[in-house]
Structure formats: C-alpha cells, structure tokens
C-alpha cells in the first residue's frame, strides 16, 4: 500500500506561483515514476507533469511547459510541482500519483492507467 498526500494549494492572482507538494509513505520501493494530473470541473484528468526516478526524467505536458517545474529527490521524499505565470485557465484539484511502471518513452506517463495510487487532491485556484 501506498498512501499520498498533497499540499500547498491555494488562491492566487494569474501571473502568481505555487508550490505544490506530495508525500509518499508507505510500500514506497515500486514508486519508478510520480506525476501530477489535474482536473478541472466538467473536464477529464489532465496530465501535467512527471518524473522518472531513474535518472530524473522529466516530462512536461505542452499546456505547462517553461511555467511548471516537477522535482525531487528520490521515490522516498517529496516530489514537488513548482507553478510560476500561473493562468486562470490552470485552476483544478492537483493529484499526484504514482507508477510502478518503467519506461524510457514519456508516453506511457501521461496515461492516467499507469497509476496505481493516487493522492485526494488539492485545489488550485486562479484568479484573473
């Protein structure tokens, strides 16, 4: 089992940042990737960002690319998701999420399939 926990959430006027950030606790060795997708009110999961462990792969969805940031250590401490130029149009409930999957093509990644646990969100919020 594996247990996820957001933070950092929050209102902030368009052109502001955030930093959200998601703990992982429990059976933690399978964690090969997190990601963090959002999800806005009528629309579907959206992929925004993960981070391959092995070798601390990044990727990025086109809509978030040279705003957002997705670091961390390693699958036992935080990964975080630094938000700069926020924009209205960013404003959802923030997931992260974790795979047990392996993969060398960022593809895999943004297929919401590929998690296995997910954290119970956090709202963000932004105002023109």
């Known amino acids: 089992q594996v247990h996820l926990v957001e933070s950092g959430g929050g209102l902030v006027q368009a052109g502001g940042s955030l930093r959200l950030s998601c703990i992982a606790s429990?059976?933690?060795?399978?964690?090969?990737?997190m990601a963090w997708f959002r999800q806005a009110p009528g629309k579907e999961r959206e992929f925004v960002a993960a981070?391959?462990?092995?070798?601390?792969?990044?990727y990025y969805s086109d809509s978030v690319k040279g705003r957002f940031t997705i670091s961390g250590d390693n699958a036992e401490n935080p990964v975080y998701l630094q938000m700069k130029h926020l924009k209205p149009e960013d404003t959802a409930v923030y997931y992260c999420?974790?795979?047990?999957?392996?993969?060398?093509?960022?593809?895999?990644?943004?297929?919401?399939?590929?998690?296995?646990?997910w954290g119970q969100g956090t709202q963000v919020t932004v105002s023109s």
């Open positions: 429990g059976s933690t060795f399978r964690n090969l990737a």
């Open positions: 981070i391959r462990w092995s070798g601390n792969i990044t």
């Open positions: 999420a974790r795979s047990p999957f392996f993969s060398g093509s960022g593809s895999l990644y943004v297929n919401p399939a590929q998690y296995d646990y």
